[in-house]
């Protein structure tokens, strides 16, 4: 079974520039989740969907940050513009109905 | 406000010896808690999980125990092996009806496993 596939796994561009970071979760979860890890946090949620529709965003900062799931399966996590506090791995994680989450390698954002 | 709190940044344990790692956490409505394990470059993989009506889950030379009263969870690898080397993340959520809702992630445990 293919695991949960990201693209780019690396990314440097300068504040205010905007970047784009694909998902594509593992085939028939159709839960979708991007987390932002921090270098010395933990992943921190910054949405999540079911299927299309997104059922938690609550700590997506809306004013830079947009993400959107067409078609219930790929997912694109956008930042616009980015601010030097973005620098972050961001992780896509996708799971089966909500129980066990299965994650992505990560992209890993710089910005300078 | 940190909910989940891994007080331990880094733990050296040597080969064949047990590993304990301890994860705190401040939300009494967390009923299910996960450990993932993460090595550098590569997304956090899940370990084992328990729910809040069990005190002890076992897999392999893996163990996590819940001690709800005091809001304390630990892992324990039994023997240790140097591929067990990474950084080990806790993670707490609440639960309906069979699904997880988000996971609250602790800041991470560097495990290092000396030959």
């Known amino acids: 079974e293919a695991g949960v596939a990201q693209s780019p796994r690396y990314k440097i561009i300068e504040k205010r520039q905007s970047v784009a970071f694909w998902c594509n979760p593992i085939?028939?979860?159709?839960?979708l989740y991007w987390y932002q890890q921090i270098l010395g946090q933990g992943p921190k949620l910054l949405i999540q969907?079911?299927?299309?529709?997104?059922?938690?965003d609550s700590q997506l900062p809306k004013d830079r940050f947009s993400a959107e799931r067409l078609k219930g399966v790929d997912s694109t996590l956008k930042i616009q513009p980015a601010k030097l506090e973005d620098s972050a791995v961001y992780l896509c994680?996708?799971?089966?109905?909500?129980?066990?989450?299965?994650f992505g390698p990560g992209t890993r954002l710089t910005v300078t | 406000d940190q909910q989940v709190k891994q007080n331990s940044p880094s733990l050296s344990v040597q080969e064949g010896r047990i590993s304990i790692l301890n994860c705190d956490y401040t939300n009494s409505m967390f009923d299910y808690f996960l450990w993932y394990k993460k090595y550098p470059a590569e997304g956090p993989t899940f370990l084992i999980s328990i729910s809040s009506i069990k005190d002890k889950n076992e897999d392999g030379r893996f163990t996590v125990f819940l001690n709800k009263s005091a809001k304390h969870l630990s892992l324990h690898i039994v023997p240790s092996q140097p591929g067990d080397s990474a950084v080990y993340f806790c993670?707490?959520?609440?639960?309906?009806?069979?699904?997880?809702?988000?996971?609250?992630f602790g800041t991470g445990t560097l495990l290092a496993v000396q030959p």
């Open positions: 969907f079911q299927n299309n529709g997104v059922v938690d």
């Open positions: 994680a996708s799971s089966l109905q909500g129980t066990e989450q299965y």
């Open positions: 993670a707490a959520s609440t639960r309906h009806g069979g699904a997880t809702n988000k996971l609250i």
């Open positions: 085939s028939g979860h159709a839960t």
